[in-house]
């Protein structure tokens, strides 16, 4: 094996170890749990797991959110007309939460926030 080979493999090793410690910060880092449980409900799913890992109180203050948006959005979609406004409603909730979450701080959503925090508590 030649010495440029021996450079490129220990090269790679560090790269990968680079590559990996910053992925376990990533996904340690509560915020990006909750920002990843803004996104659909394979985010929330994903969220929820990363959150199993490792708890914390803001991923799971925003998981318990989104889930209670999510929730409503889905109740209000059987309802014709009325919940397909309303829904639009939801989405500026939803909105708030995501920007809520990108800020750093736990800020409950405008009239339902709290009452989502009480109800799903045990997540």
């Known amino acids: 094996m030649t010495e440029e080979n ?15 410690n910053d992925a376990r910060t990533v996904l340690n880092d509560s915020k990006n749990v909750a920002i990843i449980a803004h996104i659909t409900i ?22 318990r959110q989104v889930l209670g948006l999510m929730l409503c ?3 209000l979609s059987f309802v014709p007309v009325i919940g397909w406004f309303v829904n639009i409603g939801v989405f500026v909730l939803w909105l708030i939460s995501l920007v809520g979450s990108m800020s750093g ?19």
Request: glycine residues 6%; proline residues 3%.
């Open 105 to 123: 701080e736990m800020k409950p959503i405008p009239l339902f926030g709290d009452l989502f925090q009480d109800w799903f508590k045990s997540l």
């Open 6 to 20: 021996k450079n490129f493999g220990e090269d790679f090793k560090e790269k990968a170890e680079e590559f990996s």
């Open 73 to 75: 959005a889905i109740l």
């Open 42 to 63: 394979i985010g929330w799913i994903i969220a929820f797991i990363m959150n199993n890992n490792n708890k914390s109180a803001y991923g799971s203050f925003y998981i």
